[in-house]
C-alpha cells in the first residue's frame, strides 16, 4: 500500500482520492486505522495535517459558494467565546441550500446583492482559505439577528470590535463598556496567552481555550479524592495523543461508584 502522503493532499474529495489512483479500499482502510480523518460525507484530512478548523473546511468543500457567517464568523475573528453548536453559513437567498448531515450546519439565506458584501476569508487549515465575511459585516449580521442569538451575544460582539452600538441613542461603545481581555486579570491574562499561542501556531483560539478548560479540570480531578474513580476516554483522550482533533468536552468511566439518587 503507498504511503498516503505521496499521493494524496492534506485535504481532499473522494473524487480526488480516485483520480489519484487511489483504491477506495485503500482510502477507507486509511480512514480505519487513523490515517485519515472524514470531515464530512466524502471529504478527508489526513491525521499528520491537522486544521485549525475542520468543520469549516468540510464545510466549504462540500459548499464552496457558501460564507461562514454570524456566530461562527465571530468566533473565528476572536469576537466571541460562544461555540456555536453548527457551522453557521449564508447562501444566497434563491439558491439551493446544502444538505449536510455532519458537521451540523445552520444556513442563512441572504439577498443576491448583499450577499458578497464584506466577504473575506481565512485560514481554516494552512494554505487552506475559507469565505467569511469580515468583523464588521458579521458584527452587522448578528445586530440584525440579535433576537434570534440572544441580545448578549450581539453586544457582546459589538463592544469587542468597539463599533457603534445598536438603539435609538446610537452611543458608542466607551472604553469602561468593552469586553475585551485584559492582563490586569488572571482569567485575562490566560485568555491573552492563549490567543498569542494560537497566532504563533495558526490555530483556533476557541480551541486551544477549550483544552485549556478541560485540562485545568482534570488537573483538579486529579487532585481530589475521585481521582482514581474516574477513567479518561474518548475523543480527548485521542486528542492528548495527537491523534484526533480536540473534542469540546470529555468524556470518562466512572468505576466503583454507585449510580443510584443518593451518589
Given at each position: 500500500?503507498?504511503?498516503?502522503?505521496?499521493?494524496?493532499p492534506?485535504?481532499?474529495?473522494?473524487?480526488?482520492?480516485?483520480?489519484?489512483?487511489?483504491?477506495?479500499?485503500?482510502?477507507?482502510?486509511?480512514?480505519?486505522?487513523?490515517?485519515?480523518?472524514?470531515?464530512?460525507?466524502?471529504?478527508?484530512?489526513?491525521?499528520?495535517?491537522?486544521?485549525s478548523?475542520?468543520d469549516?473546511?468540510?464545510?466549504?468543500?462540500?459548499?464552496?459558494?457558501?460564507?461562514?457567517?454570524?456566530?461562527?464568523?465571530?468566533?473565528?475573528?476572536?469576537?466571541t467565546?460562544?461555540?456555536?453548536?453548527?457551522?453557521?453559513i449564508?447562501?444566497?437567498?434563491?439558491?439551493?441550500?446544502?444538505?449536510?448531515?455532519?458537521?451540523?450546519?445552520q444556513?442563512?439565506?441572504?439577498?443576491?446583492s448583499?450577499?458578497?458584501?464584506?466577504l473575506?476569508?481565512f485560514?481554516?487549515a494552512?494554505?487552506?482559505?475559507?469565505?467569511?465575511?469580515?468583523?464588521?459585516?458579521?458584527?452587522?449580521?448578528?445586530?440584525?439577528?440579535?433576537?434570534?442569538?440572544?441580545?448578549p451575544?450581539?453586544?457582546?460582539?459589538?463592544?469587542?470590535?468597539?463599533?457603534?452600538?445598536?438603539?435609538?441613542?446610537?452611543?458608542?461603545?466607551?472604553?469602561?463598556?468593552?469586553?475585551?481581555?485584559?492582563r490586569?486579570?488572571?482569567?485575562?491574562?490566560?485568555?491573552?496567552?492563549?490567543?498569542?499561542r494560537?497566532?504563533?501556531?495558526?490555530?483556533?483560539?476557541?480551541?486551544?481555550?477549550?483544552?485549556?478548560?478541560?485540562?485545568?479540570?482534570?488537573?483538579?480531578?486529579?487532585?481530589?479524592?475521585?481521582?482514581?474513580?474516574?477513567?479518561?476516554?474518548?475523543?480527548?483522550?485521542?486528542?492528548?495523543?495527537?491523534?484526533?482533533?480536540?473534542?469540546?468536552?470529555?468524556?470518562?468511566?466512572?468505576?466503583?461508584?454507585?449510580?443510584?439518587?443518593?451518589?
Amino acid at each position: 500500500m503507498k504511503s498516503i502522503s505521496d499521493v494524496l493532499p492534506p485535504t481532499f474529495t473522494t473524487e480526488t482520492a480516485r483520480q489519484c489512483g487511489v483504491h477506495p479500499r485503500d482510502l477507507y482502510a486509511w480512514r480505519d486505522r487513523g490515517d485519515l480523518v472524514e470531515l464530512t460525507r466524502g471529504v478527508f484530512r489526513r491525521a499528520d495535517a491537522p486544521a485549525s478548523y475542520p468543520d469549516a473546511l468540510g464545510v466549504a468543500y462540500r459548499s464552496p459558494r457558501a460564507i461562514v457567517c454570524c456566530v461562527s464568523a465571530a468566533a473565528v475573528h476572536d469576537l466571541t467565546d460562544e461555540m456555536p453548536a453548527a457551522v453557521q453559513i449564508a447562501v444566497p437567498k434563491r439558491a439551493h441550500p446544502p444538505v449536510i448531515d455532519h458537521p451540523p450546519v445552520q444556513v442563512f439565506r441572504f439577498e443576491e446583492s448583499l450577499f458578497e458584501v464584506g466577504l473575506s476569508s481565512f485560514e481554516a487549515a494552512p494554505a487552506e482559505l475559507v469565505r467569511i465575511y469580515d468583523p464588521a459585516r458579521t458584527v452587522v449580521d448578528l445586530m440584525r439577528f440579535r433576537r434570534r442569538f440572544g441580545e448578549p451575544v450581539a453586544h457582546g460582539v459589538c463592544a469587542s470590535l468597539g463599533c457603534v452600538r445598536s438603539g435609538a441613542r446610537g452611543t458608542r461603545c466607551d472604553e469602561g463598556e468593552m469586553t475585551r481581555p485584559v492582563r490586569g486579570t488572571a482569567a485575562g491574562r490566560a485568555y491573552l496567552d492563549l490567543q498569542n499561542r494560537a497566532r504563533r501556531e495558526k490555530r483556533g483560539t476557541q480551541e486551544l481555550l477549550t483544552m485549556y478548560v478541560v485540562e485545568r479540570w482534570l488537573a483538579r480531578l486529579s487532585r481530589s479524592a475521585y481521582a482514581g474513580e474516574f477513567v479518561l476516554k474518548g475523543g480527548m483522550l485521542l486528542a492528548s495523543f495527537g491523534q484526533r482533533r480536540p473534542t469540546v468536552d470529555a468524556d470518562a468511566l466512572a468505576r466503583n461508584i454507585s449510580s443510584d439518587h443518593e451518589s
